[in-house]
């Protein structure tokens, strides 16, 4: 069956630091894979999605960025954070192609003081 | 503007109780996701429907979407406190594999 992971499950940084959360899936090859940011109370904005290695779409021009070092690997990263990109960042995958259901791993909470 | 409306926006009912969560779009839904959301974790996926008039249930939930594919509604019969949460709907409004989501419902079951 397959997993997602997300690490670390909780993060206090300071603004201006650098920024790297990691995602990695197992159990399935080739998958689309997607970042999302969830702010208190709101639902989920589409931040990044990569359909392969190397292989990355932004969907808002922010702070961060995303990268696909291996194939079931999806980090994202800044490297000065701001107070805004506090929040809730979830990683999904989803087996390649169109409307396929997302499956969630279980967030990191960023908080940037 | 929110291109996926949810309401209500928060939901309190009595345990026993039914509900029914909708989520509407002023665009065709090429597929639309239900999930449950505890606080603080990720999402579990809960249903996905594509075609018009369809619906499904999963356990004591069933969703349904129209035939015009722009409403789907979540009805919970018999709530317990085991439904709280948030339920969120996504949905993939240009058919490219990236699904937009609403704002989320909170739902409290007071038992």
């Known amino acids: 069956s397959q997993t997602i992971h997300q690490w670390p499950a909780t993060l206090v940084q300071p603004v201006g630091s650098p920024l790297s959360l990691e995602c990695t899936v197992e159990?399935?090859?080739?998958?689309?894979l997607y970042w999302y940011r969830q702010a208190a109370g709101r639902g989920l904005q589409l931040l990044f999605y990569?359909?392969?290695?190397?292989?990355i779409s932004s969907e808002v021009p922010q702070n961060l960025s995303a990268s696909r070092p291996q194939d079931r690997q999806f980090i994202l990263s800044s490297k000065k954070l701001l107070l805004s990109d506090s929040g809730f960042y979830l990683c999904a995958w989803s087996v390649s192609g169109y409307q396929e259901t997302q499956y969630f791993g279980p967030g990191t909470r960023l908080l940037v003081l | 503007s929110q291109e996926l409306e949810q309401s209500p926006q928060s939901l309190i009912v009595q345990e026993g109780k039914n509900l029914t969560i909708n989520c509407t779009s002023s665009k065709t839904l090429y597929g639309l996701y239900w999930y449950k959301q505890k606080y603080g974790e990720g999402l579990i996926f809960l249903m996905m429907l594509q075609k018009g008039g369809e619906e499904k249930s999963h356990e004591k939930i069933t969703a349904k979407l129209d035939e015009k594919k722009q409403q789907s509604s979540l009805h919970i019969t018999a709530s317990q406190p085991s439904h709280a949460g948030i339920y969120l709907c996504?949905?993939?409004?240009?058919?490219?594999?990236?699904?937009?989501f609403g704002d989320g419902t909170t739902l409290t079951v007071k038992p």
């Open positions: 159990g399935t090859s080739n998958p689309n």
């Open positions: 996504g949905a993939d409004m240009s058919n490219a594999g990236k699904s937009t």
């Open positions: 990569s359909v392969g290695i190397g292989q």
